[in-house]
């Protein structure tokens, strides 16, 4: 394998890795990962790339009539997460579209969890985890 095949564009970083590309960009400007700059174009070594160690999310127990995969469509919201590890129950799942998701991923998360396990999380979790604002909407938005 010659250098020119070990090295990914920026683009196909985030790509592969399921980050945006200001995100492998910010690693880069961190020391991160090891760059090498083709003309005007940056090109990262595969052999640096890793992804870092995340501590798992606590989630909410689990029904297994609730465990299911993320549509593809809601991965903008989990950068710097591994989506294929994600399930719906995932209180990451729940914090990051109640405080970021636009109206599809709101359909989506309350047509996907129960209203009791989402008042669950707002009980346990939402203050903690959503903005003083997103969490005084979801209490006014979600029946009791």
């Known amino acids: 394998m010659t250098n020119i095949e070990r090295l990914l564009s920026v ?3 985030a790509q592969l890795y399921s ?3 200001q995100t492998v960009y910010r690693k880069i400007k961190r020391g991160e990962f090891e760059v090498v700059r083709i003309g005007k174009t940056l090109r990262v ?3 640096e790339f890793q992804m870092p160690i995340t501590k798992p999310f ?3 127990p689990k029904v297994a009539s609730e465990i ?3 549509p593809g469509f809601l991965n903008r919201y989990f950068w710097g997460i591994e989506t294929r590890t994600l399930t719906s129950s995932d209180s990451i799942v729940i914090e990051r579209i109640m405080e ?3 109206l599809a991923a709101v359909q989506w998360l309350i047509g996907t969890i129960s209203n009791e396990k989402l008042l669950e999380f707002l009980n ?3 203050k903690k985890r959503l903005s003083p604002k997103g969490y005084s909407f979801w209490r006014v938005v979600l029946p009791k």
């Open 11 to 13: 683009n196909e970083a």
């Open 100 to 102: 970021f998701g636009d």
């Open 124 to 126: 346990q979790l939402g």
């Open 45 to 47: 070594k595969i052999a």
């Open 68 to 70: 299911k995969a993320l």
């Open 58 to 60: 606590k989630s909410i």
């Open 19 to 21: 980050l945006s590309p």
